[in-house]
């Protein structure tokens, strides 16, 4: 059943139609696939996107794992076992170097860090090979929706019959639009640069982010290749009049400021791939699912590539879907809805909070004004000076306590190791809050 199909053929009868085939789609499509459903996955593959890879972090692992690609994305990754947050905004404040580290949380490293492309390739390398799904390599031009079903008319005039439709098709989602789902959309003053480079100093499994008053500057490892030990990928955050300015620059002029930009951490840089272009935006909806339908991945959620939130977030989607159509008969309209009501609850909170999130950082990057810039100052001295606040928003980022489903569970957790040291007292915590803070209102108190 894994074959592409090809031409003309008879119209197609599924449990679950997986809509694109982009990374979130086919991991979606193995998902369901493994769990028993009847699955067809379709839509054309995306083409290469220069520069860009993907930081998955400790719960996506878990993730890939589960639907049996993890040691080829592994051979292919880079861990991150640090993770350092400098600002670089110039603000009057000074704010200390965040740096974390997997060992604080007891993970020999955050995440990997792979080639967006390299991703793909895996996952559909192993969906062929599996073969527990059909692969419909055609657009979807329009969808029906019925009480009893649904059905997607494909761009050749078949059409492919389905009790549900899991929704991947992207922010422009013609399954979205069908269901009369509103979104809310919107975009930044900036233009993101992606590339692959080749550097003089090792990076030693770092991810450094800059944060520039036009947007992060990131540096995240990657695996070393035949004749280039030392790699990183960059994602580089800065107005559009910037971007057509540094895109005409010849590229050894490009690559001094990247240097410069990185305080010269990685010594001399080269840039090996293409160079990546795309415009900063965010998208919400208004609601993640409509009869015989859920949203997930950037179906529902878009915002910049800050914390590497995107595809983790959009692989959450997939695995709390998972477990909420778990033993669902979906030809059961009464049965289907209160599985989706569950799905609606659970991503809300998530999906909510790491959009609002990102949008805030960023913006208040981008903007010069004081009390903002004392609020942003605030959250760094609080996390380099408090271990615990630092440790638990390391565990959230990595493995939200919130959104923990059968498809990214620890099935053996483990009992945190204390490392020989005794735990903070109530009273130790507020007087090292009060230390932080201090040092802020001090610092605050000379700048009036």
Not at 46 to 72: C, H, M
Not at 281 to 302: D, K, M, N, W
Not at 331 to 339: C, F, S
Not at 369 to 391: C, E, N, S, V
Request: glycine share 8%.
């Amino acid at each position: 059943m894994a074959e592409t199909l090809a031409g003309a053929s008879p119209a197609i009868d599924t449990q679950i139609l997986v809509a694109g085939a982009g990374s979130t789609g086919i991991a979606a499509a193995l998902a369901f696939a493994n769990a028993g459903w009847r699955v067809t996955l379709a839509g054309r593959f995306p083409p290469p996107l220069p520069g860009r890879t993907i930081a998955l972090f400790e719960a996506s692992v878990r993730f890939l794992d589960s639907i049996g690609v993890l040691e080829k994305v592994r051979a292919a990754a880079c861990p991150i076992e640090t993770i350092q947050m400098i600002d670089d905004t110039d603000q009057l404040l000074p704010v200390p170097d965040l740096i974390m580290r997997s060992e604080e949380i007891d993970l020999p490293a955050f995440g990997l860090n792979v080639s967006n492309d390299e991703l793909t390739a895996i996952l559909l390398e192993h969906a062929r090979a599996a073969q527990s799904f059909e692969i419909v390599e055609t657009d979807i031009a329009d969808y029906e929706f019925e009480e009893d079903g649904a059905t997607a008319i494909l761009a050749d005039g078949r059409r492919i019959a389905a009790d549900f439709i899991v929704a991947a098709d992207g922010r422009g989602s013609k399954a979205r639009a069908a269901a009369g789902i509103d979104t809310k959309e919107w975009t930044y003053p900036q233009v993101a640069l992606t590339a692959l480079l080749r550097h003089e100093l090792p990076h030693d499994n770092i991810s450094t982010e800059f944060h520039t008053r036009s947007g992060p500057f990131t540096l995240v490892p990657l695996p070393p290749r035949e004749g280039a030990e030392h790699r990183s990928s960059l994602v580089w955050l800065m107005s559009p009049r910037d971007a057509k300015r540094r895109l005409a620059k010849p590229r050894d002029e490009l690559q001094y400021e990247m240097e410069d930009y990185a305080r010269e951490k990685l010594g001399s840089i080269t840039i090996e791939s293409g160079i990546g272009e795309f415009r900063m935006g965010g998208l919400q909806v208004s609601r993640l699912t409509a009869p015989r339908l859920a949203l997930v991945g950037e179906t529902c959620h878009v915002f910049p590539p800050i914390g590497a939130q995107g595809l983790n977030l959009s692989l959450r989607d997939v695995a709390d879907l998972e477990d909420c159509l778990a033993s669902v008969d979906l030809r059961n309209p009464k049965e289907l809805a209160r599985a989706l009501m569950r799905y609606e609850v659970h991503r809300r909170a998530d999906i909510g909070f790491r959009t609002n999130g990102v949008d805030l950082l960023n913006r208040s990057l981008i903007v010069p004004y004081l009390p903002i810039d004392l609020l942003r100052g605030a959250g760094f001295i609080a996390m380099t000076a408090l271990g615990p606040l630092r440790r638990a928003v390391m565990r959230e980022g990595v493995a939200p306590h919130l959104a923990q489903p059968r498809l990214m569970r620890d099935e053996a957790p483990k009992e945190p190791r204390m490392r020989g040291k005794r735990p903070r007292s109530p009273e130790a915590l507020v007087d090292a809050a009060k230390g932080a803070f201090a040092h802020l209102r001090e610092t605050a108190s000379r700048l009036g």
